[in-house]
């Protein structure tokens, strides 16, 4: 199968080389295929042929992202150098996860392969963010050399160890210009790790990805899946990642006062897990949705009434409850990919909770991106955490999708 695939690229290539100008006007820039097969030599087999046929003639694709799940992450370094000999990438990046994307269909919880590949030019380069850990504590490698880059970072990274707020207000101080996008990868494989996918080689910690240069038509959107309930308020209290007061009060309390407030609809959202929004622009007098970003609470101390954060919040900061709603997730996303406009392809980091569980059907996202951009070309992962800009600051984001759409101009 893969001599045969790697003969039906030979064929294509010599025949995108008869002119530049016959490739110009026939090849297509984007292309991306997913694969349910369990056995890895049948669904790379599958999914390079798709890329193969889908892009026709011309040269290589420039940068190929790769996502699996389930079977299909223990073969991962051999998918890699399969990826590598069928479609000779420039740049070969990616994540394992507990689900995948591909054109309008997700799966979650099983074997999947999804490759995304794209003909971008000298526009775009590979990129890469090592952990070193010294006396003083971690640090990430590899943001000196995007002082003043512009264009647009598409990641995906370790969540464990990476000092991931930080590294993002380093790269906004360093290259004001340059917008993130991307996703956390989950822990995976019988070692329940995250693993990140970079050239034929499988790797832990850090983040890898690909700059696109400014000349690269994309545009980026963070849609939320939780909207406000209750009033907002000022964090008064902090132990640490602990959330010991708000306005004043013991969290649990002010818990205890929202839910008597609440109508039954609100209630039983609620039900399902509280989430904490953080103001983006603490300058507006007024706050709905969009204008937080959606933090997990990991936990609760009943003793103490306080509440387990992810991450300290500083005092004074101003929160809001939310409840996840998927009413207003489907909104939120048509909004934004309405208002985006259409585009010829799209990689998508949806957080893993906003699946079948969340909508109540399959491949909402993925389907509902394809219908409303009219993008074929769609690839993407599920996350521990998701990466894009709200409010002009790049953030790290919960229940939502961070989406790259691209137009082929």
């Not at 099983?110 to 775009?124: F, H, N, T």
């Not at 822990?187 to 080689?201: D, F, Y």
């Not at 609760?300 to 954060?309: E, W």
Request: aromatic fraction near 4%.
């Amino acid at each position: 199968m893969v001599e045969q695939l790697k003969e039906k690229l030979r064929r294509y290539r010599r025949a995108g080389t008869v002119t530049q100008m016959q490739i110009a006007r026939n090849e297509r820039r984007f292309a991306a295929a997913g694969s349910e097969h369990p056995l890895a030599p049948h669904a790379v087999g599958e999914v390079c042929g798709q890329i193969s046929d889908l892009l026709g003639p011309g040269p290589a694709p420039d940068v190929v992202f790769v996502f699996c799940s389930g079977d299909q992450v223990a073969s991962a370094e051999a998918t890699l150098r399969a990826v590598d000999a069928l479609l000779s990438p420039r740049i070969c990046v990616g994540a394992a996860s507990t689900g995948t994307l591909a054109g309008a269909r997700e799966v979650e919880g099983r074997s999947s392969l999804s490759v995304w590949a794209a003909r971008l030019g000298e526009a775009v380069e590979p990129v890469s963010f090592d952990l070193t850990s010294t006396d003083a504590g971690v640090v990430v490698a590899g943001t000196s050399e995007l002082v003043d880059a512009t264009g647009h970072l598409v990641v995906v990274g370790d969540p464990q160890g990476l000092p991931i707020t930080g590294l993002l207000t380093s790269l906004a101080q360093r290259a004001p210009e340059l917008k993130v996008l991307g996703g956390l990868a989950p822990p995976v494989g019988s070692r329940a790790l995250p693993l990140l996918l970079e050239g034929t080689a499988v790797r832990t910690g850090g983040m890898v990805g690909v700059r696109l240069a400014e000349s690269v038509p994309m545009t980026t959107l963070v849609a939320q899946g939780c909207r406000p309930v209750g009033d907002p308020m000022a964090v008064t209290g902090t132990d640490g990642t602990m959330l010991t007061g708000l306005a004043g009060r013991k969290p649990m309390d002010r818990i205890r006062e929202l839910a008597q407030r609440m109508d039954p609809d609100d209630r039983e959202l609620a039900s399902g897990g509280l989430h904490l929004g953080v103001v983006v622009d603490e300058h507006r007098l007024e706050f709905g949705h969009g204008d937080f970003v959606i933090r997990s609470v990991m936990g609760a101390d009943v003793g103490s009434g306080a509440l387990a954060m992810g991450e300290p919040l500083p005092l004074g900061t101003t929160v809001q409850f939310q409840v996840r709603d998927p009413t207003v997730a489907e909104a939120d996303l048509a909004g934004l990919a309405e208002l985006a406009g259409r585009a010829e392809a799209a990689l998508v980091f949806a957080c893993s909770r906003r699946g079948v569980g969340f909508f109540g059907e399959p491949h909402h996202d993925a389907s509902q991106l394809a219908d409303t951009t009219g993008a074929s070309a769609i690839a993407g992962m599920f996350c521990a955490g998701e990466i894009g800009p709200i409010g002009g600051v790049t953030r790290v984001h919960s229940l939502s999708a961070a989406v790259a759409l691209f137009r082929d101009g």
